[in-house]
């Protein structure tokens, strides 16, 4: 009896000693890179070691040039020039790393019989019920009146305290029980726990006193200065290996900070291209790429323009347009990975499966491709061959039954200039829960496959 073997990613995936640093690495990226600021950071320095210049301090940019631009500190794109002038178009992995989360409300703090909470505004597409019972982090920033910065990150050290967001036991969810998925915990029923030991004296709310106690001594901050501060509650906690023979990745904020890294290491690996390579990590695409650190605001544009005007000393609108026009994106983005548990939303036919390799999606949107960048197939062509002939392993895959499924990515964002753009990721499971998994085989074809794209000599 024969059957065909199904090709898996695994299959001669004889890993190098470079691949196998870039786990271990990876797994640092997702521990320590738990909000967009972070990652941002994480990569930033990186960059820095490799040589990669502020684009500030550019006077030219010939091939191997390297160069990299902060956007708000929440954002970011490096580059590297390519033999071509840039006039001529580039080629680009564009990810984001923002993720789903708690963001703390600006005026959170509250206190109800005799416990403290922080008000939290969820940030992107969560299952709320999710978010209850279990170790919490807390990360972000404080601006105070004058400007001074101040740094928050509690509940990632193995001596900090972690906080929680309390659910209700099951002897008391009758009525919890019978309720939709969907409101079983309402969105501002999502307070976190952050205290219960009231001050000593007398008065009222003696221990929301006593946490602005606290966060006066250690942070300098006053509650009033909760109106400039952007604090994310996150999964405490590190990225693990999973299972018996540590294939998968479980780890927060993996959608989309793993297509993020393999785009950091394919970009790593590159010195003099033939086309400028651009890799560019993006900020609020969880909640539909707007903000001045979105995909929808023109740092790209703007980037490539003064990139252009390092090349030609002068601007020159036109030439943007047309480098813009005739740029080749992969928009980097997870898929839904195919879980056997969930299998009537899938169409087995057209999805990702876990350890089949590196994704790619002609059209992602939903009911009817509604809001999708639908890729050419003339540069789906072109994109297949690059893969074929450096061994990726790669599949093809939409998000869901058609009736069930689809979401947006940055891809129609890159599209509007004219480039050709197609979503390329991996699958993920249990995708924006509070941990999710990825395979490692997927993982270091995505790495394989984004540096073909980006080192492609034609
Ligand atoms: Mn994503
Ligand atoms: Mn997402």
């Given at each position: ?300 544009e703007n980037f490539v323009a003064e990139l252009l005007a390092l090349q030609n000393g002068t601007y020159d609108g036109l030439m943007v347009r047309r480098s813009m026009a005739r740029a080749k994106a992969l928009s980097a983005d997870v898929a839904a990975g195919y879980d056997p548990n969930f299998a009537e939303v899938m169409d087995k036919r057209n999805s990702a499966f876990m350890g089949r390799g590196i994704v790619i999606s002609k059209y ?40 069930q499924g689809g979401g947006g990515t940055i891809a129609q964002y890159m599209a509007v200039y004219g480039m050709e753009v197609l979503d390329c990721g991996v699958g993920i499971l249990s995708m924006h829960a509070p941990w999710e998994t990825s395979s490692v085989a997927d993982l270091i074809m995505m790495m394989r496959g984004y540096h073909a794209f980006l080192a492609y000599n034609a």
């Open positions: 009896m024969s059957s065909k073997k199904v090709k898996l990613a695994w299959d001669d995936l004889q890993m190098s000693e470079r691949e196998q640093q870039a786990l271990a690495e990876y797994l640092t990226f997702l521990s320590e890179g738990k909000t967009e600021r972070k990652a941002w950071q994480l990569l930033e320095s990186w960059a820095e070691n490799r040589g990669f210049l502020p684009l500030d301090d550019l006077r030219s940019f010939e091939q191997g040039q390297k160069v990299r631009l902060s956007v708000r500190a929440k954002a970011g794109i490096l580059a590297i020039a390519g033999r071509r002038p840039l006039k001529d178009g580039f080629r680009l992995v564009a990810a984001h790393i923002d993720a789903p989360r708690l963001d703390i409300k600006q005026n959170p703090l509250y206190e109800e019989e005799g416990m403290a909470f922080f008000k939290t505004h969820y940030y992107g597409g969560i299952k709320k019920y999710q978010w209850t019972a279990l170790p919490l982090a807390l990360h972000g920033v404080v601006f105070l009146k004058e400007g001074h910065k101040v740094e928050i990150s509690v509940g990632e050290n193995e001596e900090d305290p972690i906080f929680t967001i309390n659910d209700l036991l099951p002897h008391l969810a009758k009525e919890q029980y019978d309720k939709k998925l969907r409101e079983a915990i309402p969105g501002e029923g999502l307070n976190l726990l952050i205290g219960h030991n009231p001050v000593n004296e007398d008065g009222e709310e003696r221990v929301k006193h006593a946490i602005l106690n606290i966060l006066k001594t250690k942070y300098s901050i006053d509650e009033d200065d909760f109106v400039s501060a952007e604090l994310e509650v996150v999964p405490a906690g590190k990225a693990r290996y999973a299972g018996f023979d540590r294939s998968f990745i479980v780890g927060y904020g993996q959608d989309d900070r793993v297509c993020s890294f393999a785009a950091w290491r394919a970009i790593e690996k590159i010195e003099k291209p033939e086309w400028t390579t651009i890799v560019l990590f993006a900020d609020k695409e969880e909640i539909g790429s707007d903000s001045n650190t979105g995909m929808k605001a023109r740092y790209l992602t949107g939903s009911r009817g491709k509604a809001e999708s960048n639908d890729a050419n197939p003339e540069f789906v062509a072109e994109v297949r061959r690059i893969f074929d002939e450096a061994k990726i392993t790669w599949q093809t895959a939409e998000l869901g039954k058609v009736d």
